[in-house]
């Protein structure tokens, strides 16, 4: 369930809390409300789904493979 919580204390940055559709949490700190907010729309509109989270990660690390053993390196 989608959820976020931006707060700030005197003389501290702002403080976002961001929960996207998959439960993941994400806390960040800004100067700004306005940057606050454009991170909870950015978090929801980049979500991704664990399996298109873990397919893209796969993906990513048979790149670096392939990449070494077209250098000659071998494992």
């Given at each position: 369930m989608r959820g976020y919580d931006i707060?700030?204390?005197?003389?501290?940055?702002?403080?976002?809390?961001?929960?996207?559709?998959?439960g993941r949490e994400s806390v960040n700190w800004f100067e700004t409300?306005?940057?606050?907010?454009?991170q909870v729309l950015y978090?929801?509109?980049?979500?991704?789904?664990p399996k298109d989270?873990?397919?893209?990660f796969n993906e990513?690390?048979?790149k670096m493979v392939d990449r070494d053993e077209s250098k000659g390196k071998l494992y």
């Open positions: 707060s700030r204390k005197p003389g501290e940055w702002w403080k976002c809390k961001v929960r996207d559709s998959y409300q306005e940057e606050c907010n454009k978090t929801w509109e980049s979500e991704k789904s989270r873990l397919r893209a990513a690390i048979r």
